[in-house]
């Protein structure tokens, strides 16, 4: 395997996402573009300090490998002890698959990742995509996570302009035959504007889609500052309340200030025991609405409501949720049958 050197926008890229909360967009064009994953995501495990991020993986009908991690990696284990290949050739991708976290899901059945947090996104098969489809996968990734979107069948982005999209069937009749694709149209458009997205080929070559990513600079000192102010503010907020019993307790579990405030108005109404408040907490999707509420429902408990209800469109979606309920039943100490 002859050894590359990958154009160095793309770490710079994933770094300033990471320093800034911010979500990297990465489109690869070409056959060989799903064996490009795995390499990107090794670069973005190594600018995160922490665990491998998990990766959600959304298709529309055939996944194109096999997804069963232990059978793969009991093959991959077998061929390197009989010294029949080798980690740095062609088993880098089935490596890759074989041992990190990844949650595969139908677009058609997307609505069952509402409420969970994955660290990068693969997106294949664009033709059966839609802008609510779009929207609801990429939302499902952290700050400082991976969007990648893959485009096996295009050898140029112009190409996605007059790609025929699956949804475009249910707007043809026998007087208007020809759709128009105006999601793609903008789609394009809204790439082109974006500072914080890049155009790859099938060997991460950097290809022209605008001027604003000539030269991808590493985050400035002001902006790292802007970030910074932010966590100081969140650390000092969390300190003038560590004597307050439950609720000090559980700000130590939020990652963002604006989580942080949205707890406090929480035990602000959780305090007065009156059941008569309505409380509505409004966000774009991924910004940890899921998170606070899991936190504020376990403190509840904690100030002695014995009736929580929950609501949501399937059980899938309350993942999240509940992790935080558990995190703040830790915070607080309680144990199973003790509270």
Same mark, same amino acid.
């Given at each position: 395997m002859i050894r590359r050197k990958i154009d160095s926008r793309i770490r710079v890229l994933i770094e300033n996402g990471i320093h800034l909360g911010h979500r990297s967009l990465l489109i690869v064009i070409g056959e060989k573009a799903r064996?490009?994953?795995? *390499? !990107? &995501? &090794?670069?973005?495990?190594k600018a995160t300090v922490r665990a491998r991020p998990s990766v959600l993986w959304c298709y529309k009908k055939e996944l194109g490998f096999s997804s069963h991690r232990k059978k793969r990696m009991k093959l991959i284990m077998?061929?390197?002890?009989?010294? %029949?290949?080798? *980690?740095?050739?062609?088993?880098? @991708?089935?490596? =890759? +698959?074989?041992?990190?976290? +990844?949650?595969y899901c139908y677009y058609s059945e997307t609505h069952k990742i509402l409420g969970n947090t994955y660290g990068m996104c693969v997106l294949q098969d664009f033709e059966a995509m839609t802008p609510n489809l779009l929207a609801r996968t990429i939302e499902t990734v952290e700050g400082g996570g991976l969007v990648v979107i893959l485009l096996h069948s295009l050898h140029s982005i112009r190409q996605l302009h007059a790609m025929t999209m699956d949804v475009h069937s249910r707007y043809r009749t026998e007087a208007h035959q020809d759709v128009v694709a105006? =999601?793609?149209e903008r789609f394009l458009l809204s790439l082109a504007s974006c500072k914080t997205c890049l155009l790859l080929d099938d060997e991460l070559n950097v290809l022209p889609l605008s001027s604003a990513v000539s030269a991808i600079d590493p985050a400035s000192a002001e902006a790292k500052q802007k970030v910074a102010s932010n966590?100081?503010? !969140? %650390?000092? !907020? +969390?300190?003038?309340?560590?004597?307050a019993p439950t609720v000090g307790k559980l700000l130590k579990q939020c990652k963002t200030l604006d989580q942080a405030k949205v707890i406090l108005k929480l035990f602000d109404v959780i305090s007065e025991n009156n059941l008569k408040h309505t409380v509505s907490l409004t966000a774009a999707r991924g910004r940890g609405k899921s998170a606070a509420l899991g936190l504020a429902a376990a403190g509840a408990i904690g100030f002695g409501y014995s009736n929580i209800f929950v609501t949501s469109p399937g059980p899938e979606n309350l993942k999240t949720f509940f992790q935080f309920v558990c995190k703040g @039943?830790?915070? !607080?100490?309680?144990?199973?049958?003790?509270i």
């Open positions: 064996e490009q994953v795995a *390499i !990107l &995501h &090794h670069l973005l495990s077998k061929k390197l002890r009989a010294g %029949k290949a080798s *980690i740095n050739e062609e088993n880098q @991708f089935e490596l =890759f +698959i074989s041992s990190t976290e +990844i949650r105006r =999601f793609n966590a100081t503010e !969140l %650390k000092q !907020l +969390i300190e003038s309340m560590s004597d @039943f830790d915070a !607080l100490q309680f144990e199973v049958g003790n």
